[in-house]
């Protein structure tokens, strides 16, 4: 049994958890699948662990075991050690006293963890007794509330009265710290705290957790997919892939230098902001699910650096330098073949003077989408006035064969935007003009013309899982699509074959439903769909947001590659500003319906004119230690700026 | 402010309902002339037709003024709870009503309570133990209470416990309380093992959807207790759409208490209207499809306004803080 | 009427190996009686050991025996050939009842889901009204007063159920409505007409399906409680409703006479409400959208 990896942590002294192989399964309908396969790690008192992993990695469900809330069918065995005592082994009734008294939890969707009839303030201090212990009375239970919510940063006390349905997603997940934290636990996990919500406000969010850990010295474990969150947080990081611990270090070692062929591919996919890179790195495939890895290096089957040993039994999590656990077997070998790979990407960058020279030249033909000052706004007049003002006088414009990233947060209208230029949605003011034809109202067009901005623009969507439609094969989805661009078309099969091929699939998959691919595999049938009309502008509504990062990359260098084969251009909207560098030559900045800033993306990343540009580009979590320092002071300069905000946190 | 979002959205409801209940009683009213033959003919009934009967019915009646205007004589009339006279017996619609309602409302009362009773913590505890054996044989029980029609399960019982083993009357409504309760115990348990059949699936369908949100496991999480998960979180958060089905509760017992009424031969309004359609005693029809709707009616008004206490999003002010 | 769907109880499909899971014996059982019901319907006078209107005073109100299985009514007719060929009368009903609510339901539901607009307002109000008004009750009063029969029933039947099916699929329409694989195909240019057919509502399907079976179920019920009230069909037609309220006095002579026509009725609703139930279940787990 190997020793978990354990730091002492910064008041030194005893782990507060201890977790020794902890292994989760499910049994459902009588199957056994594997969920985790054996996990170590302690917590220290005071200290910040981070769990990372990606979809099918098992990181919620370990957490959920922690606490032993896991959900019907699926159980775990090992030993999670608190104070003594065996969570796993505990009769249900000592596992209520000790939740949200020592062990607290809170969940990833603000929007669904608080119980929706219940006000705020009653949930925070539901479980508060008084000296004698009984519930409070009404005053003390008031004051009570005020006092924790004041310390996660919300002042006004009317917040204890209001409804979860009246706050915004940022102030919700303040409200269910307060309640978590309620009866001041010794561990706080968080899984996936600020996943659901806008990068500005998770900045504020995560800099509200830390606070609350130190004051309270608490031991935190964050659950999250982002490796810069958790270098940004956490003291440790703990690296989970397919449901085995691939990796444990401190956050900076892990950083400087990983020890594992994942963690450095995880690095290297992620997008930098800084600079444009000409190739993205990417791990090939897709994540395994956990029982098909179950008996080997779970990672083998996408590593290039794999050998025979890998694939023969399950290597061990081993101490391969003092404080750095590798379960890599090979990482003394290819140590120095990963530092290469590193610096290889590294070197792969476009520096700045092409970045802007790209910008420059390309979009200089003919414009392929002019607009000008589109307005849209929804919710009907005569109803109790709900109206929702998306874009108020927008103008941008996209060339032939030209990349243009529109970026902003949720409720800016970019995704109005997008649609508006497919013909999904008309804006009710404003023109837009496709390669010369006036869209703005797509009922007086006539039908040829209809046709030929059908041809000309095609759409790219967010969500992997509901953009094919889930009774049909994917040949005959690309079939329809490929019918719609061109009536007369004879060998059907063989343009599809033609068009799986180009965005990197076998021929095979034509015959397949949508629910035996994987999201990253979807989304490239999107892309195939769309390219079938052969579109002079493609609109790619956040194409990357809903996959795992490891596969992100992968998106895009495809989507890099049909523009160079096709000449297509791109309107890429996203909230991700170093996905928009990777893609982008220009970018639009978009608050609240207008445009904020524009230019190239080199120049309004690395020197952003527009303080919410400037804000957007602060937001992203970077692991220099005054990033969550001065989260406070960036979200007071915010608020006074823009006092009419409603997202504000 | 909201208290005058709740007037406006109740003075809404109201006169939607309203309106409704005038649109209904158009229809019903109608009904005479549904019926086979004229006018004249249904309201002779098996009188004979002589021309004094015929005028004095023209008068009563006013069958010359225009269809329009006889609705709005008929509707002034029941609004002052004259419903007209019955053609088979000669007795105003109104106290034939009343003399029998007092049965039926008896007899619903008991089966509905039963069938809440029963079916509403079968409900939640079958969605508790989801997938378990007990879940099962609720699931199924129900399964088959829906599938029974009332009078089905009456002849059953009725031949089970009253003819077969003699434990309860075979007909009559008895009299005085006690007896009245031993008498109508099987017409309600027949009456309500339907109802309680689709509260259970309701219930039961209503709180696996609630029991499988993250509110339930934040508060699990939080180290709230399973009483006051189930009350405070699961039960309130389902109640809404239980209670909105209440109108189509009340409606499967009105109905299923005409059925029981004839199985058990019950002097209800229930046996009423079967003899009133089966006579064509329009009169009678008319006044007892009317008092139906008004309760249905006034019913889901009472349910709307339960739900604005259990709701307060129905009403919300907007506006995010 | 109303589709409660209840989520997955283990009631209707044993666990088996991951992949095909075959259906439980208690949906086979159900599968196996309403194809015996439908044999009945059609064959009926073919299957019948005796003819059902066939009167033999002589063994009037006779107990089940090795002659008559399930005994005799008050005038000497076959129970057991009663009920055979009876099924005709249950199953006709029910079926038009089904098949024209879901005609009806699913065209306008669509049409409502889809454009919105006028027709969508029309169905909600519509869908409102019948919501809360006891079908059988009215379908008692319309009938009863205007003195049809089984085919007035049927009609008004109809009219009732429509826009409550009418408003489930809509929901379920809107539900797919705003996926991106149908903006994708409008996107596309892809006729409006086909989205509906070929995209949307092959999606829905499950719920077309199972709300098809219960309707037929709730129908069955309804359709014997109108012939168990005398309204249904003609006197002499065997219908089980019917049988039930005629041999109602006949309980203490033959209680077959009575509790048969009633088994057969709850059997037969039983298993479709089974199937329904069943057939939601199964069709939801092929990867439809979420």
């Known amino acids: 049994m190997t020793v978990p990896p354990g730091a002492a942590g910064p008041a030194g002294g005893a782990p507060l958890l201890t977790v020794r192989g902890l292994r989760i399964s499910s049994r459902l309908q009588g199957v056994d699948r594997v969920i985790t396969t054996g996990s170590d790690f302690s917590l220290a008192p005071g200290e910040t662990l981070g769990i990372v992993g990606e979809s099918g990695s098992g990181k919620s469900l370990t957490a959920r075991a922690l606490i032993g809330l896991l959900p019907a069918g699926v159980h775990a065995e090992g030993e999670v050690e608190y104070r003594g005592r065996d969570i796993l082994k505990l009769p249900e009734r000592q596992l209520r006293q000790i939740r949200g008294s020592e062990l607290a939890m809170i969940f990833q969707d603000p929007f669904t963890m608080l119980n929706p009839l219940m006000r705020c303030g009653a949930q925070i201090v539901e479980l508060l007794r008084d000296e004698r212990g009984r519930p409070l009375k009404r005053a003390r239970a008031r004051q009570e509330a005020a006092r924790r919510l004041a310390e996660v940063g919300i002042a006004d006390a009317a917040v204890a009265d209001a409804y979860p349905f009246e706050l915004s997603g940022g102030m919700r997940q303040r409200v269910g710290i307060a309640a978590a934290i309620a009866r001041d636990p010794q561990v706080l996990i968080a899984d996936e705290p600020s996943t659901a919500l806008d990068v500005t406000t998770q900045r504020e969010i995560l800099a509200r957790l830390r606070e609350v850990q130190q004051t309270r010295g608490m031991g935190l474990i964050l659950i999250t997919h982002d490796l810069r969150v958790a270098f940004a947080l956490c003291d440790r990081v703990l690296v989970l892939y397919a449901g085995s611990v691939l990796e444990v270090a401190t956050a900076g070692a892990m950083e400087a230098e990983p020890l594992h062929p994942y963690t450095l591919g995880l690095l290297l996919s992620d997008p930098p902001v800084d600079r444009r890179l000409s190739h993205m790195a990417a791990i090939p495939g897709s994540v395994p699910s956990p029982d098909d890895v179950a008996t080997s290096c779970a990672f083998a089957p996408r590593c290039e650096w794999r050998a025979e040993i890998c694939t023969a039994a399950t290597p061990p999590l081993a101490e391969v330098a003092p404080a750095r656990w590798s379960a890599c077997v090979r990482v003394d070998g290819i140590e120095p073949l990963m530092q290469e790979a590193r610096s290889e990407t590294m070197a792969a960058r476009l520096d700045h003077e092409q970045e802007v020279a790209l910008a420059q030249e390309t979009g200089q033909d003919s414009a392929v989408v002019v607009t000008r000052d589109v307005e849209k706004v929804f919710g009907e007049s005569g109803q109790s006035g709900r109206r929702v003002t998306a874009l108020k006088g927008v103008s941008i414009e996209i060339g032939a064969d030209e990349a243009v990233g529109l970026v902003g947060e949720s409720g800016s209208g970019k995704s109005t935007l997008g649609r508006c230029l497919v013909g999904l949605e008309t804006p009710t003011a404003g023109t837009i003009v496709v390669n010369g034809i006036d869209t703005s109202q797509t009922g007086r067009l006539s039908a040829a013309d209809r046709r030929r901005l059908r041809r000309t623009v095609q759409m790219v969507f967010q969500d992997p899982y509901s953009t094919l439609n889930p009774v049909r094969t994917v040949g005959s989805t690309l079939g329809e699509a490929l019918s719609a661009a061109d009536g007369q078309i004879r060998d059907v099969r063989k343009a599809v074959g033609e068009l799986l091929e180009r965005v990197g699939l076998p021929v095979r998959y034509a015959e397949r439903k949508p629910v035996a691919l994987s999201g990253g595999e979807r989304q490239r049938v999107a892309v195939a769909r769309a390219l079938a009309v052969r579109p002079r502008l493609i609109v790619c509504d956040e194409p990357v947001s809903a996959l795992d990062v490891s596969v992100q990359a992968q998106i895009l260098n495809l989507l890099a590659e049909v523009r160079r084969e096709f000449g297509v251009s791109y309107l890429f909207i996203t909230h991700d500003l170093a996905v928009v560098r990777q893609v982008a030559e220009r970018v639009y900045v978009l608050c609240q319906g207008e445009v904020v800033e524009q230019g190239a993306t080199g120049d309004v990343l690395d020197n952003p004119q527009d303080p919410y540009t400037r804000k957007l580009v602060d937001s992203i979590p970077s692991s220099d230690e005054t990033w969550l320092a001065q989260a406070d002071e960036a979200a007071q300069d915010s608020t006074a700026q823009a006092a009419s905000t409603p997202q504000g946190a | 402010m909201r208290a005058r979002q709740i007037t406006f959205f109740l003075t809404r409801r109201l006169l939607a309902l309203i309106v409704l209940l005038l649109l209904i009683s158009f229809l019903i009213f109608g009904l005479l002339y549904l019926a086979p033959g004229n006018a004249i003919q249904v309201l002779l009934g098996t009188h004979p037709a002589s021309p004094a009967a015929i005028a004095a019915l023209e008068a009563k009646y006013h069958l010359n003024d225009s269809f329009f205007v006889q609705y709005l004589l008929w509707l002034k009339g029941a609004v002052h709870l004259n419903l007209g006279v019955s053609i088979q017996s000669g007795q105003t619609v109104t106290s034939l009503i009343s003399s029998r309602i007092g049965v039926t409302i008896f007899l619903g009362v008991y089966a509905f309570l039963l069938a809440v009773l029963i079916g509403i913590p079968a409900g939640i505890a079958s969605a508790m133990r989801n997938r378990t054996a007990a879940d099962r044989t609720i699931v199924g029980i129900s399964l088959i209470g829906v599938s029974v029609p009332a009078f089905v399960s009456g002849i059953f019982l009725l031949y089970l416990l009253a003819i077969d083993a003699g434990w309860f009357p075979v007909y009559g409504p008895g009299t005085g309380f006690p007896d009245r309760l031993w008498h109508l115990t099987l017409p309600a348990f027949a009456l309500a093992f339907g109802v309680m059949a689709l509260i259970v699936k309701l219930t039961r369908a209503a709180m696996i959807t609630a029991l499988e949100q993250d509110y339930i496991a934040f508060a699990q999480a939080r180290g709230v207790g399973p009483l006051r998960i189930i009350t405070r979180y699961a039960l309130r958060n389902s109640a809404g759409p239980i209670i909105t089905a209440g109108g189509l509760i009340l409606g499967v017992v009105l109905t299923g208490a005409v059925l029981v009424e004839q199985v058990f031969a019950l002097p209800g309004i229930g046996t009423l209207l079967i003899t009133s359609v089966e006579s064509k005693d329009v009169p009678v029809v008319q006044g007892f499809t009317l008092l139906a709707a008004a309760i249905l009616i006034g019913a889901n008004f009472l349910i709307d306004l339960c739900y604005l206490f259990i709701d307060p999003r129905i009403t919300a002010g907007r506006g995010v803080r | ?290």
């Open chain 3, 1 to 290: 009427m109303t589709v409660i769907t209840a989520p997955d109880t283990g009631v209707l499909v044993s666990p088996r190996k991951r992949g095909r899971r075959r259906p439980s014996l208690l949906i086979l059982l159900s599968f196996l009686i309403v194809l015996l019901v439908v044999a009945c319907a059609l064959f009926g006078s073919l299957l019948a050991p005796f003819g059902a209107n066939a009167q033999n005073l002589i063994v009037a109100t006779q107990a089940p025996s090795a002659h008559h299985l399930l005994g005799t009514d008050d005038f000497g007719r076959d129970i057991l050939s009663r009920i055979i060929v009876g099924a005709r009368a249950a199953v006709i009903g029910p079926a038009l009842i089904a098949v024209g609510a879901l005609i009806v339901g699913n065209v306008l539901g669509l049409v409502a889901g889809y454009f919105g607009g006028r027709v969508d307002y029309f169905i909600m109000r519509l869908a409102d009204l019948v919501w809360a008004l006891p079908g059988l009750l009215i379908a008692i009063v319309v009938v009863g007063v205007i003195g049809g029969g089984y085919y007035v029933a049927v009609v008004v039947l109809v009219v009732l159920t429509f826009p409550i099916d009418a408003r489930i699929v809509r929901g379920a329409v809107l539900q797919q409505r705003n996926m991106p694989y149908v903006e994708a195909a409008e996107t596309l240019g892809i006729a409006r007409s086909r989205i509906m057919l070929r995209h949307i509502w092959p999606n829905i399907l499950p719920l077309v399906v199972a709300n098809t079976f219960l309707n037929f179920a709730f129908s069955l019920v309804a359709l014997s409680a109108l012939s168990f009230l005398g309204l249904g069909v003609p006197l002499n037609t065997p219908d089980w409703g019917g049988m039930l309220s005629q041999n109602l006095s006949l309980i203490q002579g033959n209680a077959m006479a009575c509790l048969a026509p009633a088994i057969a009725l709850v059997l037969t609703a039983v298993s479709m409400n089974l199937i329904g139930d069943w057939s939601y279940e199964r069709l939801s787990d092929r990867g439809r959208a979420r």
